[in-house]
């Protein structure tokens, strides 16, 4: 069998090979020799990534701080590996699911949040219907399905143990901390320029926000594991250093978002400990909710229209900061100009909003020239720079309520296990996934990065941790009974 199996590819090889050399004299490209190649190595990787999809599992944890975005096209891009084998990864367990219905977790079909996250996900194929652009809506959905299964569905089966949970926190913390040593090293060069800042972070991360917000997140769980690690261990001053250099980079990071989501986080573990994150969060969802009427009601938004000419980019971190907190920094005063854009859009279709991956095409009749900066033409392509409003632009009243309450629900979730759970090292996880979870909605408030392959795969990741702490819980209580 194996010898009839060989002779197929070898003569099938050939055959490739010859129409190959043929096409070569019609084409003259030598990228049609690769055909031959894929078609003998494809079977090999295949097998091996059926076999072994949860060693494709770390792979992608390694990969996530080290991918980069990579240009196929003007108009098509990819981060490169990492959404490449999200999308392979997906596809294998989607195979696996279909041959073996028990590799997926049942458990997931009870979780209240599962069912409301499949809500959400509903409610997002029915807004990307009625979109104006329904491609790239439809691609919005689809990106989002190859995050939700490999970082909410797969950690589930496979982080099963204390030591697989640390194992995955060293294969994310470890590139993370080379990627930051380098960086730092770079920025030394520079002179830790704030001006410079961007080249030091290529190829890595297209700007200092994304970096920085990565590098505060998974502070959290170096933290952590400082935490877990024994007295005696010699790994505890290893990781002790390693946190101190974090810390540092975050400073040259200068990244305001990322600085206030430290204070957050900081802030956050403490009304976990006491337990007030209900009260707390619903404080501030009656803040959010006053000062937002206040802003629309007889346009009172207007009154933060910028002065054109003294809206400018500062290359003095100093000046940078002074201008932040007199409102004549460039870079708040175009959020500004694109949150009006952003009401706006959501008075004209309050329902099913404009279709997710559409604010970019759709803000520009819904700006205010009152609003408008030097840097307004956005030659980025970047969206709202506020997450929640961005949902509420684009997915309309529903598909911003359903995102809240799954955000919500996970950290009311996250407030009741960690009050019942026993076990120590599940506690400091629960803990943990809280502080992370609140330190990306402190960044979301200012950038909009949940759709980024760096934040988020973490948000994500966030709600897969969930189930997977649900789950220890609920053996704890069998336990005792």
Same mark, same amino acid.
């Given at each position: 069998?194996?010898?009839?199996?060989?002779?197929?590819?070898?003569?099938?090889?050939?055959?490739?090979?010859?129409?190959?050399?043929?096409?070569?004299?019609?084409?003259?490209?030598?990228?049609?020799?690769?055909?031959?190649?894929?078609?003998?190595?494809?079977?090999?990787?295949?097998?091996?990534?059926?076999?072994?999809?949860?060693?494709?599992?770390?792979?992608?944890?390694?990969?996530?701080?080290?991918?980069?975005?990579?240009?196929?096209?003007?108009?098509?891009?990819?981060?490169?590996?990492?959404?490449?084998?999200?999308?392979?990864?997906?596809?294998?367990?989607?195979?696996?699911?279909?041959?073996?219905?028990?590799?997926?977790?049942?458990?997931?079909?009870?979780?209240?949040?599962?069912?409301?996250?499949?809500?959400?996900?509903?409610?997002?194929?029915?807004?990307?219907?009625?979109?104006?652009?329904?491609?790239?809506?439809?691609?919005?959905?689809?990106?989002?399905?190859?995050?939700?299964?490999?970082?909410?569905?797969?950690?589930?089966? &496979?982080?099963? $143990?204390? #030591?697989?949970?640390?194992?995955? +926190? *060293? @294969?994310?913390?470890?590139?993370?901390? =080379?990627?930051?040593?380098?960086?730092?090293?770079?920025?030394?060069?520079?002179?830790?320029?704030?001006?410079?800042?961007?080249?030091?972070?290529?190829?890595?991360?297209?700007?200092?926000?994304?970096?920085?917000?990565?590098?505060?997140?998974?502070?959290?769980?170096?933290?952590?594991?400082?935490?877990?690690?024994?007295?005696?261990?010699?790994?505890?001053?290893?990781?002790?250093?390693?946190?101190?250099?974090?810390?540092?980079? &975050?400073?040259? $990071?200068? #990244?305001?978002?990322?600085?206030? +989501? *430290? @204070?957050?986080?900081?802030?956050?573990? =403490?009304?976990?400990?006491?337990?007030?994150?209900?009260?707390?969060?619903?404080?501030?969802?009656?803040?959010?909710?006053?000062?937002?009427?206040?802003?629309?009601?007889?346009?009172?938004?207007?009154?933060?229209?910028?002065?054109?000419?003294?809206?400018?980019?500062?290359?003095?971190?100093?000046?940078?900061?002074?201008?932040?907190?007199?409102?004549?920094?460039?870079?708040?005063?175009?959020?500004?100009?694109?949150?009006?854009?952003?009401?706006?859009?959501?008075?004209?279709?309050?329902?099913?909003?404009?279709?997710?991956?559409?604010?970019?095409?759709?803000?520009?009749?819904?700006?205010?020239?009152?609003?408008?900066?030097?840097?307004?033409?956005?030659?980025?392509?970047?969206?709202?720079?506020?997450?929640?409003?961005?949902?509420?632009?684009?997915?309309?009243?529903?598909?911003?309520?359903?995102?809240?309450?799954?955000?919500?629900?996970?950290?009311?979730?996250?407030?009741?296990?960690?009050?019942?759970?026993?076990?120590?090292?599940?506690?400091?996880?629960?803990?943990?996934?809280?502080?992370?979870?609140?330190?990306?909605?402190?960044?979301?408030?200012?950038?909009?990065?949940?759709?980024?392959?760096?934040?988020?795969?973490?948000?994500?990741?966030?709600?897969?941790?969930?189930?997977?702490?649900?789950?220890?819980?609920?053996?704890?209580?069998?336990?005792?009974?």
């Amino acid at each position: 069998m194996f010898f009839r199996k060989a002779t197929y590819q070898y003569f099938t090889t050939a055959i490739l090979f010859f129409v190959c050399i043929v096409s070569y004299a019609f084409f003259q490209s030598a990228y049609i020799f690769i055909i031959p190649f894929v078609w003998i190595l494809f079977p090999f990787a295949f097998d091996f990534c059926v076999k072994r999809t949860h060693e494709l599992f770390w792979l992608l944890i390694v990969a996530l701080p080290l991918s980069t975005e990579l240009n196929i096209t003007s108009s098509l891009g990819i981060d490169f590996p990492d959404e490449f084998i999200m999308i392979l990864l997906t596809g294998l367990v989607l195979v696996k699911i279909l041959h073996q219905p028990t590799f997926f977790p049942n458990e997931l079909i009870k979780e209240p949040l599962f069912l409301l996250l499949c809500c959400m996900m509903g409610w997002t194929f029915i807004s990307a219907c009625f979109a104006d652009n329904t491609t790239l809506s439809l691609k919005f959905f689809l990106a989002r399905i190859w995050f939700i299964i490999p970082f909410v569905v797969v950690p589930k089966i &496979l982080l099963q $143990s204390q #030591s697989s949970i640390k194992k995955f +926190a *060293l @294969l994310l913390l470890i590139p993370m901390g =080379l990627i930051v040593m380098q960086i730092l090293v770079r920025q030394a060069f520079y002179g830790f320029s704030f001006v410079d800042i961007k080249k030091a972070m290529n190829p890595f991360f297209r700007n200092h926000v994304n970096y920085s917000s990565m590098l505060v997140c998974l502070l959290a769980p170096a933290i952590a594991m400082r935490f877990l690690t024994n007295s005696q261990n010699k790994y505890q001053r290893w990781l002790t250093v390693a946190i101190l250099i974090g810390f540092v980079a &975050l400073f040259f $990071s200068y #990244s305001r978002g990322a600085w206030v +989501a *430290l @204070l957050v986080g900081l802030v956050f573990a =403490l009304l976990m400990k006491w337990g007030w994150v209900k009260k707390t969060i619903a404080i501030s969802l009656m803040v959010v909710i006053g000062a937002s009427t206040w802003l629309v009601v007889d346009h009172h938004f207007m009154r933060f229209a910028p002065d054109h000419d003294h809206t400018i980019f500062h290359t003095d971190f100093s000046e940078h900061i002074a201008a932040t907190v007199t409102l004549k920094d460039v870079s708040n005063a175009e959020r500004f100009y694109r949150w009006v854009a952003g009401y706006r859009m959501f008075v004209e279709r309050p329902v099913t909003g404009f279709g997710p991956n559409n604010f970019y095409s759709t803000y520009r009749p819904y700006t205010i020239n009152a609003f408008q900066t030097w840097v307004s033409d956005n030659p980025e392509h970047s969206t709202i720079h506020n997450y929640f409003l961005l949902t509420l632009a684009e997915q309309g009243i529903p598909g911003l309520l359903l995102f809240a309450m799954l955000w919500i629900g996970m950290l009311f979730r996250l407030q009741y296990l960690y009050k019942h759970l026993q076990n120590e090292f599940y506690r400091t996880v629960t803990l943990c996934v809280a502080v992370v979870l609140a330190m990306i909605a402190s960044i979301n408030f200012m950038s909009d990065m949940i759709e980024t392959d760096k934040i988020g795969s973490l948000f994500w990741l966030c709600l897969g941790f969930v189930f997977i702490i649900n789950r220890k819980l609920a053996e704890e209580y069998r336990s005792i009974a």
